[in-house]
């Protein structure tokens, strides 16, 4: 067990709709990272929060959006939904800093989005 | 240009053999980390093992150990003694320039393990 917990674990939701992921980090880590794992793009990181600021971006569509709140939880928004967004969705947390810390990601278990 | 490329879509291995997975990594930062992680067909990430660009020695634990070859740009990972439960994808990881705050990981395709008895 990570320590991070994703809701729900799977989801199946018609096109052009939108839903939300939710994610709570180990107890301690202030960062969240969120990726997308699809089997023609691998593991594509999209977004990073850090204690409730957004740190890093990367490949997010303009149609997902994510949030870190104040008491660290965080939220993945995915709307007009399409065939294509079906993938696992992993959220991780992570040490923010710290002299001898590896940086080493911790994830939940995912959750896996289907777009029919 | 990949950062992290793993050229083994797949690999077989004998029960109690041991097996090497391979990974190479592009980067221009004299600093930066590579990790192993491990994703059985459950589906959760599970981290095996860690590599500073700056260790002298290749990191192990237990089982598992990395081959780090800093002048060939490589970080293969070495399964002794392989058992079933080791069936999974393998993903190489980096880590580059860790501002504060900031842990983000590049992964590589995978390679998909195969233990057999």
């Known amino acids: 067990d990570s320590g991070v917990t994703q809701t729900p674990k799977h989801l199946i939701t018609a096109t052009g709709q939108r839903v939300t992921l939710r994610c709570s980090p180990r107890s301690g880590d202030l960062s969240v990272y969120w990726y997308q794992q699809s089997l023609d793009q691998g593991l594509q990181f999209l977004i990073q929060?850090?204690?409730?600021?957004?740190?890093a971006k990367g490949n997010i569509l303009e149609r997902f959006s994510a949030q870190q709140f104040p008491d660290l939880h965080s939220e993945l928004n995915l709307s007009s939904l399409e065939l294509g967004d079906s993938a696992l969705y992993f959220c991780?947390?992570?040490?923010?800093?710290?002299?001898?810390?590896?940086?080493?990601?911790?994830f939940g278990e995912g959750s896996r989005l289907t777009v029919l | 240009a990949q950062k992290i490329t793993q050229t083994q879509p797949g690999m077989f291995v004998q029960e109690k053999e041991a097996v090497t997975l391979d990974c190479t990594y592009d980067?221009?930062?004299?600093?930066?980390?590579l990790f192993w992680y491990k994703q059985p067909s459950s589906g959760e990430m599970i981290f095996l093992i860690y590599q500073g660009s700056y260790d002298e020695q290749n990191a192990t634990e237990g089982r598992y150990s990395l081959n780090f070859q800093k002048a060939r740009k490589s970080a293969n990972l070495v399964i002794s003694a392989s058992q079933l439960g080791d069936s999974a994808m393998y993903f190489c990881?980096?880590?580059?320039?860790?501002?504060?705050?900031?842990?983000?990981?590049?992964f590589g395709k995978g390679t998909k393990l195969s233990v057999i008895p």
């Open positions: 980067t221009s930062d004299q600093s930066y980390g």
């Open positions: 990881a980096m880590r580059e320039v860790p501002g504060a705050g900031s842990y983000q990981l590049t």
């Open positions: 991780a947390s992570s040490v923010s800093s710290g002299r001898g810390s590896t940086g080493e990601l911790f």
């Open positions: 929060y850090y204690n409730g600021e957004e740190r």
